[in-house]
């Protein structure tokens, strides 16, 4: 209230009212119909000429208070109010009075998260309020009760427990994923703290929009790791490769993975035809390709082969790698997961075990060899690179594709278990330590199938994760 109020307040008069409360909190004025600064009257309207209320918030015109009506409530959405009293020694005011109050602020209302939810951590809050007052040089409180040293008025009233909305300051929330098949970005219970600039923070003091990714290369159900061959080997149960595509062009049968949940990695010769890039026909989450047929293909928006892939003799699968676009993205489950792209410590380690599907062709005894009807796999050690190219040697060059560096091979010298015709564009999957299972090559080539002295051919793919990031970024 003004100096001596409900009296009038002696002339020639300036004051200076701070209102500061702590940050995360604003303050809220209420001139209660006792506000009584008068305005003058000139040519030109009423004016607030000899006294006035200058009313003063950050980042704001200041506001000029003056007349006989009373502005009412005002909501500053500020935590620091400056209030100027002003009378000049020709006038006198009859003063004014007003109550403040403060409100926490308020962050944006936690929208709800794909493949997740939103839960509040706390429903109740404890607050105290703390009230100081301290003189200018010159001046000596008067107020003795609660009184502190150094000139300091503080009252501290009881604490209070507050029921509360999730989004005003000092809330927590918390966001949970539809797990095992999604995780919170920036890992397992992630808290979100409204903060004092209205921001919703983690408690890695990182601002978040929540987020839910899907979980890569951990199927259900793990496979045993049998040493039977993909021709005439072991079929594959239910969830055990939830990533595995089966891709048709035309009449001819080819295999995927899922690595997004609308991208498909495959083999660039599953989907080029006589130098023309074709629209795949995609199944995918079952074991059964007449379970997957009664099914309709998933729609295919774009086909994104690597440029360098030139291949119009199938002599040479260098670049043998491309991308499919899905219309729709895809929400996983148990049978439909996507495999893990290769990391910076993701290594293809001589005699490693890496695993091969796909529903190509199978032996099924006294080379009587068909094209299976099963999602099959089969466990072959990545091979020497050196080892690779000697297999090579001896073979008519002029029918034997070009060995790279953008490839490896797998299998075992006595032969037997192999991929084959129809599983190309099918992973080479290997295991890391973590139990995390990577996208190490793409089937792409061989000389027959098992054979005895020969290995099967795949894309490297750690050689084109920039390149495959970058298709899927940009489009």
Same mark, same amino acid.
């Given at each position: 209230?003004?100096?001596?109020? /409900? @009296?009038?307040? /002696?002339?020639?008069?300036?004051?200076? !009212? &701070?209102?500061?409360?702590?940050?995360?909190?604003?303050?809220?004025? @209420?001139?209660?119909?006792?506000?009584?600064?008068?305005?003058?009257?000139?040519? #030109?309207?009423? $004016?607030?000429?000899?006294?006035?209320?200058?009313? &003063?918030?950050p980042d704001r015109n200041p506001m000029k208070l003056c007349g006989g009506t009373s502005p009412g409530l005002i909501n500053t959405n500020s935590n620091i109010v400056k209030l100027g009293y002003n009378i000049d020694n020709q006038g006198q005011s009859n003063g004014w009075s007003l109550e403040y109050s403060t409100h926490r602020v308020t962050c944006p209302v936690p929208g709800e998260v794909a493949k997740g939810r939103v839960t509040p951590s706390l429903t109740e809050y404890f607050y105290r309020d703390y009230i100081f007052v301290r003189c200018d040089e010159g001046y000596k409180l008067m107020m003795v009760k609660w009184?502190?040293?150094?000139?300091?008025? !503080?009252?501290?009233?009881? +604490?209070?427990?507050?029921?509360? /909305?999730? @989004?005003q300051y000092l809330s927590v929330v918390q966001y949970h994923c539809n797990e095992p098949f999604y995780s919170p970005y920036g890992g397992n219970n992630v808290s979100l703290t409204c903060e004092a600039?209205? +921001?919703?923070?983690?408690?890695?003091?990182?601002?978040?929009?929540?987020?839910?990714?899907?979980?890569?290369?951990?199927?259900?159900? +793990? &496979?045993? $790791?049998?040493?039977q061959r993909i021709i005439g080997g072991n079929d594959a149960a239910e969830h055990t490769i939830p990533w595995q595509a089966l891709i048709n062009v035309g009449s001819s049968r080819g295999g995927g993975m899922i690595i997004a949940d609308r991208w498909i990695l495959t083999a660039a010769h599953v989907v080029v035809l006589n130098g023309q890039v074709q629209t795949p026909e995609v199944y995918l989450g079952v074991t059964d390709v007449h379970q997957i047929i009664e099914n309709l293909s998933l729609n295919v928006t774009a086909v994104h082969v690597h440029s360098e892939y030139n291949n119009p003799n199938n002599l040479n699968?260098?670049?043998?790698?491309?991308?499919?676009?899905? =219309?729709?993205?895809?929400?996983?489950?148990?049978?439909?997961? /996507?495999?893990?792209?290769?990391?910076?410590?993701?290594?293809?380690?001589?005699?490693?075990?890496?695993?091969?599907s796909g529903f190509?062709? %199978?032996?099924?005894? @006294?080379?009587?060899?068909?094209? %299976? $009807?099963?999602? =099959?796999?089969?466990?072959?050690?990545?091979?020497?690179? =050196?080892k690779c190219s000697i297999s090579l040697k001896g073979k008519p060059s002029s029918r034997t594709p070009r060995l790279t560096n953008n490839m490896f091979c797998a299998g075992t010298p006595e032969g037997g278990k192999d991929s084959c015709n129809g599983d190309s564009g099918s992973?080479? %999957?290997?295991?890391? #330590? $973590?139990?995390?299972?990577?996208?190490?090559?793409i089937v792409s080539w061989g000389l027959g199938c098992g054979q005895k002295g020969t290995y099967?051919?795949?894309?490297?793919?750690?050689? !084109?994760?920039?390149?495959?990031?970058?298709i899927m970024r940009e489009n």
């Open positions: 209230m003004s100096p001596g109020y /409900p @009296n009038p307040s /002696p002339d020639a008069l300036s004051c200076q !009212y &701070i209102i500061s409360v702590e940050s995360g909190f604003t303050v809220s004025l @209420n001139f209660s119909d006792k506000f009584h600064i008068e305005s003058v009257d000139t040519e #030109e309207g009423p $004016n607030c000429l000899y006294h006035w209320l200058e009313v &003063i918030i009184c502190g040293d150094n000139g300091f008025l !503080y009252h501290v009233p009881k +604490q209070r427990r507050v029921a509360s /909305p999730s @989004n600039d209205r +921001q919703w923070r983690s408690n890695h003091d990182v601002i978040l929009r929540p987020a839910c990714l899907p979980v890569c290369g951990r199927p259900m159900k +793990q &496979i045993e $790791n049998h040493f699968f260098d670049h043998d790698i491309a991308l499919i676009k899905l =219309k729709d993205p895809i929400t996983f489950q148990a049978a439909i997961m /996507p495999l893990c792209l290769p990391s910076e410590d993701d290594t293809y380690d001589t005699g490693m075990m890496g695993m091969v190509g062709i %199978t032996d099924k005894g @006294n080379q009587r060899r068909f094209l %299976t $009807n099963k999602l =099959k796999y089969v466990h072959v050690p990545v091979v020497e690179q =050196k992973g080479f %999957t290997l295991q890391s #330590e $973590n139990g995390r299972f990577w996208a190490a090559g099967g051919f795949y894309t490297k793919v750690a050689n !084109y994760v920039d390149w495959i990031n970058k």
